[in-house]
């Protein structure tokens, strides 16, 4: 791999208080080689974290809307999406969950996931309460993005949630995440690879 090979990250979240450690996934993302994140959260997940400082670049759903002034002009969620490399979504709540499960598209995330090159990778990390997560539903929302559309999902882990409760619903660790999405990159590049290189080229090599 070259050291100067770069990756395209864009950091999708929604609106799980899980999203106070969005930071924290920018930074981890940030201390892997060749790796540039941009955020794009909720108008829910953003509550969340809209006084912290964040080392990434923040698109929300206003400048969707600032940003196009006449017909010309550039639509920000195809600009990102034409900018990615990977998608992910970290926090992932149980309502954007069905929301892409359906192929609903009403905010700035959502319309990026619809326009989405279904080559490129996505990586969704769900985080909710225990009693959301074992809902009948959320097996059956992520099978879809699984099955359907191949994304790969980084699964909740067991701790005491925001309302107190324990169990199982926690949105993994930021370090988790950011290895996860780093090995999927370098993944990626390995196929892609081979997919260029002829097979008898790949028997020479
Ligand atoms: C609502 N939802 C949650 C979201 C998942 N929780 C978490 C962790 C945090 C603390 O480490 C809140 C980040 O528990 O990801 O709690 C429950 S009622």
Redesign the pocket.
């Known amino acids: 791999m070259s050291q100067d090979r770069q990756w395209n990250v864009l950091l999708g979240a929604t609106g799980?208080?899980?999203s106070?450690?969005l930071p924290m996934i920018v930074d981890e993302l940030n201390k892997k080689p060749g790796i540039n994140v941009k955020v794009v959260p909720t108008a829910a997940s953003y509550f969340f974290f809209k006084d912290a400082k964040v080392n990434a670049t923040i698109h929300t759903d206003e400048e969707e809307w600032s940003m196009w002034k006449k017909k010309t002009d550039p639509v920000l969620h195809i600009e990102l999406r034409k900018w990615a490399d990977i998608m992910v979504i970290a926090?992932l709540d149980a309502n954007t969950l069905a929301k892409i499960a359906n192929g609903i598209c009403d905010n700035l995330l959502t319309s990026i996931l619809r326009a989405w090159d279904t080559n490129r990778p996505v990586l969704v990390c769900p985080?909710?309460?225990t009693n959301m997560w074992v809902h009948p539903f959320t097996s059956k929302h992520l099978s879809v993005l699984e099955d359907t559309f191949d994304f790969k999902i980084v699964a909740p882990i067991s701790?005491?949630?925001?309302?107190g409760?324990t169990g199982v619903?926690?949105?993994a660790e930021p370090e988790t995440i950011a290895a996860r999405v780093f090995e999927l990159l370098v993944e990626e590049d390995r196929v892609r690879n081979e997919d260029i290189i002829s097979p008898d080229e790949r028997e020479l090599a």
């Not at 701790?159 to 309302?163: Q, V």
């Open positions: 799980s208080v899980a106070i450690k926090p985080a909710m309460n701790k005491t949630l925001a309302c409760d619903g926690a949105m």
